[in-house]
């Protein structure tokens, strides 16, 4: 059976947080087609044996005119059932008026505080119908790949992830905060890190490790998403903003602490592996889209004790 999963979302991390859904479908049916908006997806899941072909979709998709369109998109795949992870009703009539057989979708019209998580969870529950749909799975990486990176880091030293870039400037704790965290950790420890910053945040970048007073770091900025997934698997803790990097490391069964300041808890909600930071004097189900929250408001000391308590 030819089965077709469609995540109607750009960001990498929001589709990673699906990947436990797609992998119990796949179980099911064999491996899975995703259709997705996020153009950098295909390389997080290459080495998934669950994901048949993953197919990056950048039109058919805003105006409910290109319904029709969108239905021949989806004829041109012959697809027996497709599972759509969203309330959309152009992506709902545009399956139903294709040959596909099978069209299960998030009930419509309830947009409104979506929860990622549990939406995702009922819906599979419902759509296969099983009764405990776990929301954490295993992510999948060659292991030659992981070795590569051992090879050139000295595995005594305690690797870890800072993820210092994220897709928006109010989720990021900023450079100083990161660079005296890491110079605090080399005073007291020993360690290595894997800055994590993308290709916009070679700023960013620079600045952290132009403020580390040791030179036991590597930057990932200039390197492509099938290159940095290494290095982020092969750490021993994530530490930094709500980012995609920390949803690799929680699949790949990495304690990872995030630091929440404007990202909604459900982002976090399906991992054991997610310790979560966030000023003291707010509550985490406040913390939301347009918080704003004063990075400074988490501090050095509180993610250093942090990383201590969660290190063994």
Known sequence: MKTCIYLSYKGLGANLLHLAYCHEIAQKYGPVTIITLCNNLEAALKDDPLIDKIIFINKYHKRFIDIL?????FNSFNFDQIFIFYPSVRIYLASVLSNIKKVFCY?????????????????????????????????????????NIKKNIDTKKFTI??????????????????????????????????ILCGPKDKDLSNEITNNIKSNNYVSLYDKKIEEVIPFLCSA?????????????????????????????????????????????NIKIENITHGSNLNPNDVSVEKVYQEILNNKF
């Open 236 to 280: 021993n803790m994530y530490v930094g903003n709500d980012s995609f990097g920390s949803h690799i490391t929680v699949q790949s069964g990495i304690k990872s602490l995030v630091i929440l300041l404007d990202s909604p808890k459900a982002y976090t909600d399906y991992s054991k592996n997610y310790q979560r930071i966030f000023p003291e």
């Open 69 to 73: 369109r969108l239905r021949n998109f």
């Open 161 to 194: 992830v800072i993820g210092a870039g994220s897709s928006g400037p109010t989720t990021k704790w900023g450079a100083k905060n990161y660079s005296n965290l890491i110079n605090k950790l080399n005073n007291n420890g020993d360690y290595y890190f894997f």
């Open 107 to 147: 009930p419509l019209f309830k947009k409104n505080k979506l929860h990622l998580v549990d939406a995702a969870k009922k819906f599979t529950e419902k759509s296969l119908g099983i009764t405990d749909c776990s929301t954490e799975t295993n992510y999948f990486i060659k292991e030659n790949k992981i070795q």
